[in-house]
């Protein structure tokens, strides 16, 4: 009987003490969007690639983890020729002024400009989604599908390049902002 006292005891004293412990991360806030669906998951994805564009200084756009693997630039371009790629292959429209230059990844390469035709392009994503036919049947790299699941696709791929950008940031010393 005394045991199981203690026992308890020492317990109580365990998680109590537990709770007194700085959780980490504990400052920072939930973002209002995340699990409420495509559309507030693709807007909170927007501002966080944007968020670390922003705090990524410009010398560091050319940089890149080794011979053959996209930059900095280069990823940010490759995410907002996506956009636009899989935009059309969910059968939106194109927004004017959408025509990149030949060869995006290569030729865009200053920061502002960068960030500008990424920020375009997911303005583009988003209305597109709000105004799309999302159960249209659409061909998707030779596979019947419909138009919502190449939405999905646009909000996964621009989250893998999320986490390659987080990753370049970290290894430049830059800490994502909704992280600090």
């Known amino acids: 009987m005394n045991k199981r ?21 504990a400052a920072q806030a939930i973002p209002p969007e995340l699990g409420q669906g495509w559309l507030p998951e693709f807007t909170l994805t927007s501002r966080q690639l944007l968020q670390l564009a922003d705090a990524t200084p410009a010398e560091k756009f ?25 935009l059309q292959q969910a059968g939106a429209p194109s ?42 049947k659409v061909q998707f790299f030779g596979k019947d599908a419909v138009a919502d699941g190449v939405f999905l696709r646009i909000l996964v791929h621009n989250n893998e390049h999320m986490g390659q950008s987080i990753a370049y940031a970290r290894m430049n010393g830059i800490v994502p902002p909704w992280s600090k």
Not at 62 to 86: K, T
């Open 95 to 136: 927004p004017e002024g959408a025509k990149l230059p030949k060869d995006p990844e290569k030729s865009v390469t200053s920061k502002p400009d960068v960030i500008e035709w990424l920020r375009k392009s997911q303005e583009a994503v988003k209305a597109g989604y709000q105004s799309a036919d999302r159960q249209k």
């Open 5 to 25: 006292v203690y026992l308890l005891g020492a317990v109580i004293a365990v998680v109590c003490g537990l709770t007194l412990l700085p959780q980490r991360g």
């Open 62 to 86: 050319g940089w890149r983890p080794g011979p053959g693997v996209r930059s900095v630039s280069e990823v940010y371009m490759h995410i907002a020729a996506g956009n636009y790629f899989l």
